[in-house]
Every structure is written in structure tokens, then in C-alpha cells.
């Protein structure tokens, strides 16, 4: 069995376990065999609302956004050959997140129950547009780009939540703004599954261009690849998942930075092959912030799911930092 | 009917022709030495003739079929080209990197064919690189990396191989080594078109000579008979010498004319 | 003497002591707080201020009244100003809005009119405890946001006088925060659940969490909107006595 392959299987075996843990964490204790049966159970019992209506969609919800995030950083990374880039790094989320919450607080979902990630699609797109367009000059260029459509879309999303008629916006901006998985239901599932997958799908098939683009823009070309259409695919695609992560989950940091980092040494670096092994990490990343958030509390008050993703990812964004200078061009 | 050629070839760059009404046939097993001043054009005539840049004016052809109607993915199993110090952006080993090759022959999705595996091993081994094979691209030296980047070139078989400058950067022995190569390899039928500065390994190993002045080509043919002292001082207005032919040819720069 | 407000919940006092030409201003938000549709209207009719130091020159007060939480400039304006300030705590309890209303009186000069609207809040919770129900109805109050009030809390006093029981605020059961999990395994479980927050009303984040399909399950028919009990005015027997007739009818369903 190869690295990539083994790597790709103790990455699925963590993200089962990981599930399994993740239906029986939370804030009531629920035994094995309670949670076994809740799905056999009554309509109504207790057990079933908790494990079938609360934490499976919980949990579908951080296995998809985690793939769809850990997808698009090894995209973005192939793409742009940039060990920083990240939906969040690069503004994407923050936009995503904006059209969303302009979906969501200004009572278009209750017209279009779509609306939150059709907008949240759209500000993905701006956001990325503005980024990859202003952001050409190299890493620093493109970091610093994404820094400036972050803060910018961090504005507007202050705007808009202080012009929608609901009071409580300033308070729960942070959600957005640090992502959340609290209270989710099998609607908000099914809401943006289509989207995430249909991203996902997109993203996958470009698994050949990035591979290519390892040896700059012109080899790529003489390669037969068509850089423009290559382009707009990962914006599509990445517009596609961050956007609908984005609407119910809010701006989730980091874990699409950090897990194509941690499959590229198991897979020879090669872009392509990045690209699932990373989705799973993804996936089994989130999954365990996730657990984290419902296991670890202060004062019986949850701690949100983008601490640990923070707390995770930015010690290794430290650590990046550190070591690029010896790494880039 | 010539392999590949340019006609009326004109570039524009900001209102300024960076290659101004360039015509020229080139056959199969020619190995031609682009050579100029520097900013005489010598890259943007080269991306013309790989097809990856549409001329402003004129055409690029291969078999007689204009380059633009070339299916992206078709023109890159017919031409390699290798652009000025190639890298690798990630730590690829090197029998990864040689397999890009064949980017243009593989499907969306599964791996390299039996075929492919056996033409990927006779492009390491044609270009030395058998002990480096699982080395990552990025801790190969100079003439390793140059090496590598030429198996990579060839080993999806092209019929025209593209090359600019491939011996920048590359120190007497791998120049050497790589001007070798490309002979050997025109020798075998291909037809290699490479950007090269240094004239006395273009007067050695290369059959042909195309020479561009400020954008137009002043001078195209087969090197004994083209790479002339007048030519050099037209080309590079410094006074040269041009001595013997073949393998013992050389080009000796003296002065400029106006001392 | 006229009187300038510089929070949601003295504008409700001023407004309710007060006539019509006393009152140099109320904050912005007087009227979208307003304890009872009469005072949102006599709102509608006074100078709107933004808490700011500023206005503070405009309105030229000759008392201000600012919450604990008023900025430190609009104080400082207020001296520079020669306006007295008087600082107004919160009032969640009806004891403190005894003291709160009282407070607020005495510095307006309407000492009179303050002891009335106590006399008669005294009144209505007399009335209301004398015809309290045999069967205490129990509640809890959740809106989305997943803050529950307790017992230190408005919602709290109001719920009890109009005869029900805050879950939330039993010895041992105190919980500052409730997700939906702990919300569905409460034993035992309220009668009612109770949506206090005008923001569970308003597109958001805690309208989704109220929506949320397994609420429809597990509190099918047993979830009531109430009013947001924001501000301890003497008004908040009367909201008690609404509760009592919204927890009746609820019951009776």
C-alpha cells in the first residue's frame, strides 16, 4: 500500500471514529446503547430528537463544511502555489459570510429559503474576484489582498448588522465572524448540501491543471492547460462551497489552511493527489473542534466551534510564517 | 511542406512590435540557435512559434494547419517547451515531476498506463536521472533540476521541442551536457528551436541559426554558411571573430566598433 | 424644569412621570422600548436624543438622567453643562422599581405622580396575588439567543406575580445558558416555553434557533410569545397581569 493510499485510510478510520464520538458528545449525556437505539426509537423520544434532529445534522454539517473547506485549501494552495492560501486568508469566507447574513437578517429567507447561500455564493464570488484580482503580485500581494477584502467584508457585515432591524446583531456578528454549528437542523443540511457538492465536484476535476501548474504558469500552458477556464473553475467551485459553508455555518477559519499541509508530505506533493486526502482531514478536523466545543465549557456556556478551530490553526499559521522564507521563491 | 513555420509574424506590445513581420520554415532533426541582443525578441518569437502566444499580425504553423486551430491538449503532444530556469513549486520527486510530461495524454481521473510508466523510466534514464528519481525536484542542483526539466520535455515523445535559454544559469559542464543532449536529440528527428547565448556552443552543436535584430530576423539558415563576423557585429554591434566549423567553431568578441 | 433622558429604560420613567413639555428629549430607542402602546405614542412626541454629549447643549436640560452604563463624556458634558445627572440603576425587581421610580420623582419634582403609579402598581400585584391559581403553571423562557433569565431577573418577578413558575430560576436549576439539547432533556419538562425577545421575532440567528424543526416536536402547542420585559417601570404589574391571562388561556387550550 502506498503513503497517499494509507494516508487516505487512517484519515477515513479517524473521521468514523470521530462521528461515532461526535453523536454521543454534548451537553446532555447520552449512553451508547441510548444513542443506538434512537434511531430505531419513537418519533417523539427524547434520545432520537437529540442524536437524529440535533447532533446528525450537527455532525453531517461539520463533515461536509470541513471537506468542502479542506477541498478548497488544497485548490487554492495548488492553484495560486501559495502555502497560505485559505478561504478565510483570502477574504472568501468573510464575503460568503456577509451575503449570508444580508440573506438571513434582512428576512429574505423567509421569501427564498435559498437565499442565504444563493447570496452567500455571490459574496464568495466578489470577495475571491477581489482578492485574486488584486492580489497577483505573489504571496505577500495576495495575503495582504486577502487581508483587505476581509476587513473589508468584516465592514459591511458590521453595516449590515447594524442596519438590520434586529437588535441582537452586534452580538451575534461574532457567530459569523468565528463560525458556528450550534442549533442546526436537517434543513440547513439540505440547504446547502446541493451547493457544497456540486463546489466539491467542480473543484475535483481540476486535480490534473493543478498538478501541472507545479511547474509555473507557462509549462502549465504548454502543458494544454487552459489557465482562464482552470481559473474560473476554482472560483466557481471554491464560490460554491465557501458560499454555502459560509450561510449556516458562518466564517470558519484555518481548516482549510491547515490540512493540505498536513496530508502533501504523505502524498509526494503533488497537487491532485492533495486534494481527497485533505477533504477528509478537513472533514475530521472540524468533526473534532466540533466535539470540542460541546465537550469543553466555562460556566456551562459553550464555547465556540471557531475558538478551536482558532486555537487550532493559528499556532500553525505562526509556524508557516516562521518557515516560509526558507521555503518560497 | 515545413514541420513548422511563421509567416508574417508580427507582436505588438504597448503600441510597440516586440517582433515585427517575421517569416521562417523550420524541418524536422534541425536543431536551430535563436540568438539576438538582449529585448530583440528572441522569447516573444519562441512563445509565437509554441503556439502559447497568438501573434498580433500573421500565423504560426505547424504541418501546414495554423497554430490557433490546434486543440490546446493535441499541440501539447506534438511540442515541449521548456520556458527560461524552469522551477518546481512543490517538492515533487522526480519521476512526478518527468510525468507531468504527459499531462496532455492523461485522463481526468487513474493513473499512468504501463506505456506511460515505461516512457516516463527511459526519460530518466536518457537524462542520467535514475539515482534522483525519488528525490524531491526542489533540493536538485541547478543541472540536475535542468536535466529533470528536459526529461520532462521529452518524455511525451514531441516533435518539436521549444527551449528558451536552456542553459541559463547552467555552469560550463552542464551547458555542455545539455547542448549534447539537444543535438542528440535533434539528430534523432525532432526539431529543436532553442534560445541561446552563447555563441560558440550555438556555432558546435546547432545546424541552424535564426538571428533577430530589434524584432525582424536579419539572418536565417544553416550555421556554417549564416554565422558570419558581419552578421555578429550587425547583431550585437561589438566587433567578433567567427573561427573554424563544427565542434571546433568559435566566437570571439573583440571591441565595440565605436571602441 | 425639563427633564433629558439618556437611557432605553429612565426614558420609560420620565415619560410615564412626566407631561409632554418637561421633557427635553428621550433617547432614540424610547419609543421601540416603550413599556405600553401609550407611552410608544407619547414617545412619538418628544425630541429623540442619541445619547450623546452633544445633544446635551442642543436640548439645554436641566436634569439629565443617565443608566450606569451612560459614557463617561456624556458625564463630563453634563457638568460642563451645569445639568445635574442622575444616575439610575436597572430595576429588576418590583422593590427596586420602588426605589427607582422614587428616585426619578423626587429629582423631577413629581413625587405625587410617583407615589400614585406605585399606589396603583401595588394595587394590581395585591389583586394579582389574591387571585393567584391553586396550579402554578411552569415555564422557562428561551429565545434563540440560548441566555435564559434566572432568577436576578425581570422576566423573572413578572412571571411569578402573574402566577407562573420560571424553571429556570428553581434552586439547583440555575442556568445562565440552555441549548437546544438541554432545553429538550429539562426534568421536568415546562408547560410552557415562553419567547421573550423581540429579536426571536426579527430575521436572525435566534429566529432560525426558535424555528428549529425539533422544537415543533417537542414543544408542539406549548410555546407562547411574550412581551420583552426590558425595562422595571411601575407598567410592569400591569405586563404581569397580561401574562396571567395569556398563562390562563394558554392553559386552557
Known amino acids: ?329 | 511542406m515545413s514541420l513548422l513555420a511563421v509567416d508574417g509574424v508580427t507582436v505588438l506590445r504597448g503600441g510597440r512590435a516586440i517582433v515585427e513581420d517575421a517569416s521562417a520554415n523550420f524541418e524536422r532533426g534541425a536543431f536551430v540557435a535563436v540568438i539576438g541582443a538582449n529585448g530583440a525578441g528572441k522569447s516573444t518569437l519562441l512563445s509565437v512559434l509554441a503556439g502559447l502566444l497568438r501573434p498580433d499580425q500573421g500565423e504560426a504553423r505547424l504541418d501546414d494547419r495554423p497554430m490557433a486551430d490546434f486543440d490546446r491538449r493535441a499541440l501539447a503532444r506534438r511540442r515541449a517547451y521548456l520556458p527560461q530556469n524552469p522551477r518546481c513549486e512543490w517538492p515533487l520527486p522526480v519521476e512526478r515531476l518527468v510525468g507531468l510530461g504527459l499531462t496532455a495524454s492523461l485522463p481526468a481521473f487513474g493513473d499512468f498506463s504501463p506505456a506511460m510508466r515505461a516512457r516516463i523510466d527511459r526519460a530518466i534514464h536518457d537524462c542520467d536521472l535514475d539515482s534522483h528519481r525519488l528525490q524531491p525536484a526542489t533540493t536538485l542542483s541547478g543541472g540536475e533540476l535542468a536535466r529533470a526539466m528536459l526529461a520532462r520535455a521529452l518524455v511525451s515523445d514531441p516533435e518539436v521541442l521549444i527551449a528558451d535559454e536552456p542553459m541559463a544559469g547552467l555552469d560550463p559542464r552542464h551547458a555542455l551536457d545539455t547542448m549534447q543532449r539537444l543535438r542528440t536529440l535533434a539528430r534523432s528527428g525532432v526539431l529543436v528551436i532553442a534560445a541561446v547565448h552563447d555563441l560558440t556552443l550555438a556555432a558546435r552543436y546547432c545546424s541552424h541559426i535564426l538571428a533577430l535584430r530589434q524584432g525582424r530576423i536579419a539572418a536565417h539558415g544553416p550555421m556554417a554558411q549564416t554565422l558570419t563576423s558581419g552578421l555578429m557585429r550587425d547583431i550585437f554591434e561589438v566587433e567578433a571573430m567567427v573561427q573554424g566549423q563544427g565542434d571546433a567553431a568559435r566566437v570571439d568578441f573583440t571591441a565595440s566598433p565605436q571602441g | ?253
Not at chain 1, 456578528?173 to 448540501?193: E, K, N, P, Q
Not at chain 3, 437611557?7 to 416603550?34: F, G, H, K, M, W
Request: proline share 5%; aromatic share 6%; charged share 15%.
Open chain 1, 1 to 329: 500500500m502506498t503513503r497517499a493510499a494509507a494516508i487516505t485510510l487512517i484519515a477515513a478510520l479517524g473521521l468514523l471514529l470521530l462521528a461515532a464520538a461526535s453523536l454521543a458528545a454534548g451537553s446532555v449525556w447520552l449512553t451508547p446503547s441510548q444513542i443506538l437505539h434512537a434511531f430505531a426509537a419513537d418519533k417523539t423520544d427524547l434520545a432520537r430528537l437529540i442524536v437524529v434532529e440535533l447532533r446528525l445534522p450537527r455532525l453531517v454539517l461539520a463533515m461536509l463544511i470541513g471537506a468542502a473547506l479542506g477541498l478548497c485549501g488544497a485548490v487554492l494552495q495548488g492553484l495560486l502555489r501559495n502555502p497560505l492560501a485559505d478561504p478565510a486568508l483570502l477574504g472568501i469566507s468573510s464575503g460568503a459570510a456577509l451575503g449570508a447574513v444580508i440573506a438571513i437578517y434582512f428576512g429574505l429567507t423567509a421569501q427564498f429559503a435559498y437565499a442565504a447561500p444563493v447570496l452567500g455564493l455571490v459574496g464568495a464570488l466578489g470577495a475571491a474576484g477581489l482578492t485574486f484580482l488584486f492580489g497577483r503580485g505573489g504571496t505577500l500581494s495576495l495575503i495582504l489582498a486577502g487581508a483587505a477584502v476581509s476587513s473589508l467584508a468584516g465592514a459591511g457585515l458590521s453595516l449590515a448588522l447594524n442596519l438590520a432591524p434586529n437588535a441582537s446583531g452586534a452580538y451575534e456578528i461574532m457567530t459569523w465572524l468565528m463560525g458556528s454549528l450550534t442549533d442546526r437542523s436537517w434543513d440547513h443540511v439540505i440547504l446547502a448540501a446541493p451547493f457544497m457538492v456540486a463546489g466539491a465536484a467542480i473543484l475535483l476535476t481540476t486535480g490534473r491543471s493543478l498538478d501541472a501548474l507545479s511547474l509555473g504558469e507557462t509549462q502549465a500552458e504548454s502543458l494544454g492547460i487552459d489557465l482562464n477556464r482552470l481559473r474560473l473553475l476554482v472560483l466557481i467551485g471554491v464560490s460554491l462551497c465557501v458560499g454555502a459553508a459560509s450561510a449556516v455555518a458562518g466564517a470558519i477559519g484555518f481548516v482549510g489552511l491547515v490540512s493540505p499541509h498536513l496530508v502533501r508530505p504523505f502524498v509526494g506533493h503533488q497537487p491532485s493527489r492533495t486534494l481527497l486526502p485533505s477533504a477528509l482531514f478537513g472533514a475530521a478536523l472540524l468533526t473534532a473542534a466540533d466535539i470540542g466545543s460541546h465537550l469543553l465549557r466555562y460556566n456551562g456556556v459553550e464555547i465556540k466551534l471557531g475558538v478551536f478551530t482558532a486555537l487550532l490553526g493559528a499556532p500553525f499559521f505562526f509556524w508557516l510564517v516562521v518557515r516560509l522564507p526558507r521555503t518560497a521563491p
Open chain 3, 1 to 253: 424644569m425639563r427633564v433629558m433622558s439618556m437611557n432605553a429604560c429612565t426614558d420609560q420613567l420620565v415619560l410615564l412621570l412626566l407631561p409632554l413639555e418637561r421633557i427635553a428629549s428621550v433617547t432614540y430607542l424610547a419609543e421601540r422600548s416603550a413599556v405600553t402602546p401609550q407611552l410608544a405614542a407619547k414617545a412619538r412626541g418628544v425630541r429623540v436624543n442619541h445619547g450623546l454629549a452633544e445633544e446635551m447643549l442642543a436640548d439645554r436640560p436641566d436634569l439629565v438622567i443617565a443608566g450606569r452604563f451612560t459614557t463617561p463624556a456624556a458625564r463630563r458634558m453634563a457638568q460642563a453643562a451645569g445639568a445635574p445627572l442622575l444616575i439610575v440603576d436597572s430595576a429588576d425587581t418590583f422593590d427596586a422599581i420602588r426605589a427607582t421610580t422614587r428616585q426619578v420623582a423626587a429629582a423631577a419634582g413629581e413625587t405625587e405622580r410617583g407615589e400614585a403609579l406605585l399606589q396603583r402598581m401595588d394595587a394590581t400585584l395585591a389583586a394579582l396575588k389574591a387571585s393567584a391559581p391553586q396550579r402554578r403553571v411552569t415555564a422557562i423562557a428561551w429565545d434563540g439567543s440560548g441566555r435564559v433569565p434566572g432568577r436576578a431577573s425581570l422576566f423573572n418577578e413578572i412571571l411569578e406575580a402573574a402566577g407562573g413558575v420560571n424553571l429556570a430560576a428553581r434552586p439547583g436549576q440555575f442556568q445562565s445558558s440552555l441549548d437546544l439539547e438541554q432545553l429538550l432533556a429539562l426534568t421536568p419538562q415546562p408547560q410552557l416555553l415562553l419567547y421573550g425577545s423581540p429579536d426571536a421575532a426579527q430575521p436572525g440567528l435566534a429566529l432560525e434557533a426558535v424555528r428549529h424543526p425539533v422544537l415543533e416536536h417537542a414543544y408542539a402547542g406549548r410555546r407562547l410569545a411574550v412581551p420583552e420585559y426590558a425595562c422595571g417601570t411601575p407598567e410592569a404589574a400591569n405586563q404581569a397581569l397580561a401574562l396571567r391571562r395569556q398563562l390562563q388561556s394558554a392553559a386552557a387550550r
